[in-house]
């Protein structure tokens, strides 16, 4: 079993950045493909953000050119900066991992490994 914990959510001004990170209990280039999703109050968890074992990365639309994804393998560690947030963005930001291959990295339900979450709160 693989447990994720998520941190560095809070409240932030539009306009503002946050970071937030991934600590895994394994290392992380045995877990595979790694991805974002996020769930706001009375929506469905949705995708935000993807890179596979080597690096490759994946945004949905409405986060491209303000998310960025990365990993530190050597620390078991991922991070989703995010800059420009916008009020739309609040939700809590889940961490997943270990991605079944094929499929599109969009699929929660490929992923088998899920943080507890973090609460992300844009004020507008």
Known sequence: QVQLVESG???VQAGGSLRLSCTTSRRTVSIGDMGWFRQAPGKEREFVAAITWNGVT???DNVKER???SR???KNTKYLQ???LKPEDTAVYYCAAGRE???SYSDSNRYHYWGQGTQ???SS
Do not use: E, K, W
Request: without cysteine; proline residues 5%; glycine residues 20%.
């Open 9 to 11: 959510g809070g409240l």
């Open 58 to 60: 994946y945004y949905a």
């Open 67 to 69: 998310f960025t994804i």
């Open 72 to 74: 530190d393998n050597a």
């Open 82 to 84: 995010m800059n420009s």
């Open 101 to 103: 291959p094929g499929g």
């Open 120 to 122: 992300v709160t844009v």
